[in-house]
């Protein structure tokens, strides 16, 4: 019960903060003309905010600091297992797995296993794209196809040449 009137809460918090004109008098406008942007994610009691004014990422928490106490651990380093890592000079953000992939191998006792490549034939590969391709088409906005979708998927481990002409059919 609590974490959900947690979710409640942040969630209105973050309704007021995300307008795209400032929600406060002392939040200026960018510069460069642009709206105002934050995007905030939350997951029980963790959360994460990108935003492109410290000044309005500031008023969200002493917005969210009205309600509850937040530790504010910025810039994010690990969220949720996610090693996030900023190059400014690039303007990037990089996201990675690595130490959540290196917890699951010492789980299933693999750390010791080698790095192979997994051997995966043109055909098969060019069939299972079609297939992702076009269960994405049927799910966004031709749900008509999603039966000869499906069908067709179950040859995905051992597609033939008939399988792929089919495939390029549904197109």
Not at 35 to 44: A, Q, T
Not at 97 to 109: A, E, G, P, S, W
Not at 134 to 149: F, K, N, Q
Request: aromatic share 10%; charged share 15%.
């Amino acid at each position: 019960m609590a974490s959900s009137k947690l979710q409640l809460s942040v969630d209105n918090a973050v309704f007021i903060a995300v307008w795209a004109s400032p929600p406060d008098a002392s939040i200026p406008m960018p510069s460069s003309r642009q709206p105002l942007w934050m995007i905030m994610g939350v997951h029980i009691d963790d959360g994460l905010v990108a935003t492109n004014s410290e000044l309005l990422y500031n008023w969200l928490l002493r917005e969210i600091n009205k309600e509850f106490v937040v530790n504010n651990l910025s810039p994010a380093k690990l969220y949720l297992g996610i090693t996030i890592t900023q190059d400014w000079s690039q303007c990037q953000v990089l996201l990675s797995q690595k130490l959540y992939i290196v917890d699951l191998l010492d789980i299933y006792n693999m750390k010791d296993a080698t790095k192979s490549m997994v051997p995966l034939y043109q055909l098969h590969t060019l069939y299972m794209k079609i297939i992702g391709l076009l269960l994405y088409i049927a799910i966004s906005t031709c749900p008509d196809i999603s039966y000869a979708v499906m069908a067709l998927s179950q040859f995905n481990s051992k597609p033939t040449k008939a399988h792929l002409l089919a495939a390029k059919g549904v197109f």
